[in-house]
């Protein structure tokens, strides 16, 4: 069965600072991976996502993440961090047989200014 | 498109009532998918429907949780009767399908059983 965790429920980070917000998984076979954002009263919305190639994928608002198969991790970066980057942020497994996204349990994630 | 929608926004209810959530994918979507986030558990995969149909429903936790999608354009979660521990807030997400794609989420529908 896949599975996917998010070790720290929160990170505190100061502004301008780089950030990483930690992800491991568990499937069978090859995953697809993504990370997504919550902000307060909305629902998710997508950041990038990891399908095959380059290990370094990069998206919205100057978030990245590195896919490294054999940590079976998919850890989410900024180089910089700012105060409007505080939220509740979701990593994610897929596999390529089926449909079914399962998601990790979510780090909230607090920029100090 | 609207992306996915969802109603009601919120629901207060009492204990032993039926309560039904409602869902319109973006349409051209293939699968949709029925999450409750807590604190305790995070987001919970409770079903996904392929093409319409209910593919893993391992997810729901009781008899009382059911599911329907009786077309491509709408879809219900109903449980009944509710309890208050069925406190959460409840997403629908929708993909165009083929496993890679990422899934796009409606507003979220707050219960509160009382």
């Known amino acids: 069965a896949q599975s996917v965790a998010q070790p720290e429920d929160q990170v505190n980070v100061a502004e301008g600072n780089p950030l990483t917000v930690k992800c491991t998984y568990s499937?069978?076979?090859?995953?697809?991976l993504f990370w997504y954002v919550q902000y307060p009263n909305r629902g998710l919305q997508f950041l990038l996502k990891?399908?095959?190639?380059?290990?370094l994928v990069k998206g919205s608002y100057g978030f990245e993440a590195e896919f490294n198969k054999s940590q079976t991790s998919f850890h989410l970066k900024k180089p910089s961090a700012l105060v409007s980057d505080s939220a509740l942020y979701f990593c994610?497994?897929?596999?390529?047989?089926?449909?079914?996204?399962?998601f990790g349990k979510g780090t909230r994630l607090h920029i100090l200014p | 498109d609207a992306g996915v929608i969802q109603s009601p926004r919120h629901e207060v209810t009492e204990m032993g009532q039926e309560v039904t959530l409602r869902c319109k994918p973006i349409?051209?979507?293939?699968?949709l998918f029925w999450y409750r986030q807590t604190m305790m558990r995070g987001l919970e995969l409770l079903i996904y429907?392929?093409?319409?149909?209910?593919?893993?429903d391992s997810g729901m936790p009781e008899d009382r949780f059911s599911a329907k999608m009786p077309n491509a354009s709408f879809s219900t979660l109903k449980i009944q009767p509710s309890e208050p521990r069925d406190s959460a807030v409840y997403f629908c997400?929708?993909?165009?399908?083929?496993?890679?794609?990422?899934?796009?989420f409606g507003q979220g529908t707050r219960l509160t059983v009382v």
């Open positions: 997400a929708s993909t165009p399908g083929g496993g890679n794609t990422e899934a796009f």
């Open positions: 499937v069978s076979g090859n995953p697809y």
């Open positions: 990891y399908i095959t190639g380059d290990n």
């Open positions: 994610a497994v897929g596999l390529n047989r089926d449909d079914k996204i399962i």
């Open positions: 349409s051209g979507h293939n699968s």
């Open positions: 429907f392929n093409n319409n149909v209910p593919i893993d």
